[in-house]
Structure formats: structure tokens, C-alpha cells
């Protein structure tokens, strides 16, 4: 039997990359996942891979209303929560001069906004001892150029993370931040166009002592260490990003 067998997990964003990595070594492990996301395609997609443990919420953490029905669908799925995986973002490259208050804006309502919302909407449902983990970046830390707002948001949710900890900590629960590096989960061609990402990729994968990117499995296995194994940490961020931001 595994540790996480019986563990009732939401994660969203969980259509696809990391996301539904994570959902899917929970599901194997016996855990019972709901994903939420906005493509209703894509989580059609990952239901059929996911099967019988897992359910599916189509949504938008930047809409206070979808959160809603969010926080309805899981009472009547899981009764509880025992860890929440706050993952839904959007990223957004653009020069400082060119970016425009609807593109800030946009960023911020997914990153920001959907994240504080999403723990605000769900904490009446998380079981003592949950754990949330929020979804952050190496961008907080690195200053790369082009990715100022989205950077803005991903070092907002580090703030959050030690700032929820604190709050949710009489509960019992803890919250805590998995900051990736360089992952290649296919976002990066939707926000910049095939021929940037290219060049982007190549110049990250050139800077990163492993020489490579990483997996959403990787990344997913850091999330359930946090999510259930790490019961003295919070508060905390884990960077997994290959040495990046280290060496």
C-alpha cells in the first residue's frame, strides 16, 4: 500500500504539464484527484489517462464564481481535502516597454489573484494536517529579461507562501512553494511563438549546469514530498531547477 493511497488531492491546472503529472502519480499511488483547468479538451484528454481515481472541474482560478462551483464540486467528491495543488498559471513574455495594463492584468488575475483565491475558497475543506503547495518559478529570483510580470507574480506567490503558512497554521495545515526551473511542457510555444521558444529553451538549457531541461515528473515528485512528507516544513520554497539558481 502506498503512503498516499486514500489521500484526497485537488490540483489545478492539472490538464496538462506539470499538473497532470502530478495528478497522475497520485492516481497510480491510489490517491483520489480532481483537476480543474479551462480547456475542457485538454481535461477530457486527461481523464481518459487518468481513469476511475480521478475527477475532473472545468474552470478559471482568475473567475470568483467558477472557484465557487470548484469548491462545491470537491465537497461532493472528496468531503475533504488533504492536499491542494495551487498550479494554474499562465506565463506571458513581453519587453518591459511593450507590455501593456491588459496583458499585467491578465497575468496577474491567473497568477496572483487565482492563486489566494483558490487556498481562500478551499481552506474550509483542507483536512488537519494538508498540505498546499503553490506553484512558483526560478523567475523570482533571476531577473530574465522579457519576463518582468510574470516574474512580479511568481515572487508574489513566494510572499504568499510564507504569508498563508502562517495563517493556515492554527488549522494545522501547512503551505509551502515548488519553485521549477527550465521545464518543457509545451506553455512556452503558446506564449511566445514557436521561433522564441526556440531560442529561449536553447539559451536556458545552455545556462543550466545539467545541461538540460527538466520532467513535470520531477517536478511532481518534489509536490507530494511537500504536499504529504514534508510534515515539518512550511513556509518554505523547494527549488528544483537543475542547479540554476544555485550554482
Known amino acids: 500500500m502506498s503512503a498516499y493511497d486514500g489521500k484526497r488531492v485537488?490540483?489545478?491546472?492539472?490538464g496538462s504539464g506539470i499538473?497532470?503529472?502530478?495528478a497522475e502519480l497520485l492516481v497510480r499511488a491510489g490517491s483520489r484527484?480532481?483537476?480543474?483547468g479551462r480547456d475542457e479538451q485538454k481535461l477530457d484528454a486527461a481523464l481518459r489517462r487518468l481513469g476511475a481515481g480521478a475527477a475532473a472541474v472545468r474552470g478559471d482560478v482568475a473567475s470568483l464564481a467558477d472557484l465557487d462551483v470548484l469548491a462545491e464540486?470537491?465537497?461532493?467528491?472528496?468531503?475533504?481535502?488533504?492536499a491542494l495543488f495551487v498550479n494554474a498559471g499562465v506565463t506571458s513574455a513581453s519587453p518591459f516597454e511593450e507590455t501593456t495594463e491588459a496583458m499585467f492584468d491578465a497575468s496577474f488575475a491567473v497568477n496572483v489573484k487565482g492563486a489566494f483565491f483558490t487556498v481562500q475558497k478551499l481552506a474550509p475543506l483542507l483536512a488537519p494536517g494538508a498540505g498546499v503547495v503553490l506553484t512558483t518559478s526560478v523567475a523570482n529570483v533571476m531577473g530574465l529579461a522579457e519576463t518582468s510580470?510574470?516574474?512580479?507574480?511568481?515572487?508574489a506567490?513566494?510572499?504568499l507562501a510564507r504569508s498563508l503558512s502562517r495563517e493556515l497554521l492554527p488549522r494545522g495545515v501547512r503551505v509551502n512553494a515548488v519553485s521549477p526551473g527550465p521545464v518543457d511542457t509545451g506553455i512556452l510555444e503558446g506564449a511566445m511563438g514557436a521561433e522564441a521558444a526556440a531560442r529561449f529553451k536553447a539559451d536556458r538549457v545552455a545556462e543550466n549546469p545539467m545541461g538540460r531541461f527538466g520532467t513535470p515528473e520531477e517536478i511532481a515528485r518534489a509536490v507530494a514530498f511537500l504536499a504529504f512528507d514534508a510534515t515539518y516544513t512550511t513556509g518554505a520554497e523547494l527549488v528544483?531547477?537543475?542547479?540554476?539558481t544555485q550554482l
Open 73 to 82: 464540486r470537491v465537497r461532493a467528491e472528496l468531503g475533504a481535502v488533504d
Open 19 to 22: 499538473g497532470f503529472a502530478t
Open 157 to 159: 506567490l513566494r510572499s
Open 33 to 36: 484527484v480532481v483537476i480543474t
Open 240 to 244: 528544483v531547477d537543475g542547479g540554476v
Open 149 to 155: 510580470v510574470y516574474a512580479a507574480g511568481k515572487a
Open 10 to 14: 485537488v490540483i489545478t491546472g492539472g
